[in-house]
């Protein structure tokens, strides 16, 4: 009788320091010392981390602009391709297509012309990457364009490539220089080298983009207006995978909800612009306005674009 009222003895007591131990944590939590959890307040004025890719933290003077902060597109980050070996590409073939900016589907890569606080077009963001030395650029070769990768553009000469000056005579017969910056409103389109590959391990027709060519319009150097006529110059060559990171944070006017503001990424890597074909890798090594000119040069590349799809459909077996 002694030995098992010891043991009862033993286990309430056991039981009631558990029960009083659970107690103080229950009151530690409910009541936490001022010094342990900060305050609301604290929390919305305390200061951004140390990391450049962040956004800092709003000033209790700054008015949010909108009924919710923003923090989707701010924190994107590259989704990287999927990896692919030689072994597995069964078909592959290299295109050089050009997006025209001034089809209406392809308005978002254009405007805005002037950057404003929530918006900025394509270029304006290639143009202060390059000035920032954040991106580098190639020379642009008018009759190999295969060769967009040997000849690596200096700081110098990206800011003689993205402004130029011309004399121009004024009334008094006096010859004034005047310096032409290229500006986001002279855009007409980009040139994309890309290849086309067919791998088997996924079974897919994937598309990799490889380079990219803003090209403006012609101005004439006596009127100082557009040449309608003349063809659109090649600035540049830049790699496509290097300005990923930055299209990935730079938000897109979307024109059906603006709750889903889409990246430039976004419209590159799911391919919604519309453009056409001007080249396809061919043993004469030639473009296709060599040989055809004006709509059938349209439907050259047509047709090309309905091979390509027909080698896709062709791998299948059904």
């Given at each position: 009788m002694r030995t098992l009222a010891k043991v009862f003895g033993t286990s309430a007591m056991v039981f009631l320091g558990f029960e009083f131990a659970v107690a103080q944590v229950g009151n530690t939590n409910a009541n936490p010392p001022a010094t342990q959890q900060p305050s609301v307040s604290q929390q919305q004025n305390a200061p951004a981390p140390n990391n450049p890719n962040q956004p800092s933290v709003l000033s209790p003077n700054q008015p949010l602009d909108g009924a919710y902060k923003q923090e989707h597109n701010p924190y994107r980050r590259v989704v990287p391709p999927a990896q692919m070996r030689e072994a597995d590409a069964m078909w592959q073939t290299r295109i050089w297509r050009v997006i025209d900016v001034r089809e209406k589907i392809n308005e978002q890569l254009y405007y805005p012309e002037q950057s404003n606080g929530n918006r900025v077009s394509l270029f304006q963001i290639l143009k202060d990457g390059l000035l920032g030395g954040e991106i580098t650029c190639y020379e642009f070769n008018p009759v190999d364009l295969d060769?967009?990768?040997?000849?690596?553009?200096?700081?110098?000469?990206?800011?003689?490539?993205?402004?130029?000056?011309?004399?121009v005579q004024d009334e008094n017969g006096n010859m004034t220089p005047v310096k032409?910056?290229?500006?986001?409103?002279?855009?007409?389109?980009?040139?994309?080298?890309?290849?086309?590959?067919?791998?088997?391990?996924?079974?897919?027709?994937?598309?990799r983009i490889l380079f990219i060519c803003p090209r403006v319009q012609n101005v004439n150097k006596n009127t100082g207006k557009e040449d309608e006529n003349g063809a659109p110059i090649a600035l540049f060559w830049i790699y496509f995978p290097d300005i990923r990171p930055i299209m990935a944070k730079t938000p897109v006017f979307n024109q059906q909800n603006d709750a889903e503001r889409r990246t430039f990424d976004d419209i590159f890597w799911k391919r919604q612009f519309a453009s056409y074909i001007i080249q396809q890798s061919n043993v004469y090594d030639r473009a296709m306005s060599a040989y055809v000119k004006g709509l059938d040069a349209l439907l050259e590349g047509e047709k090309i674009h309905d091979k390509i799809a027909g080698i896709e459909h062709d791998m299948w077996q059904y």
């Open positions: 060769d967009c990768y040997k000849i690596r553009k200096t700081k110098a000469e990206i800011e003689q490539a993205l402004s130029s000056i011309d004399t032409n910056d290229v500006l986001p409103s002279s855009i007409k389109g980009y040139t994309l080298k890309e290849d086309w590959i067919f791998e088997k391990q996924r079974s897919v027709l994937d598309p």
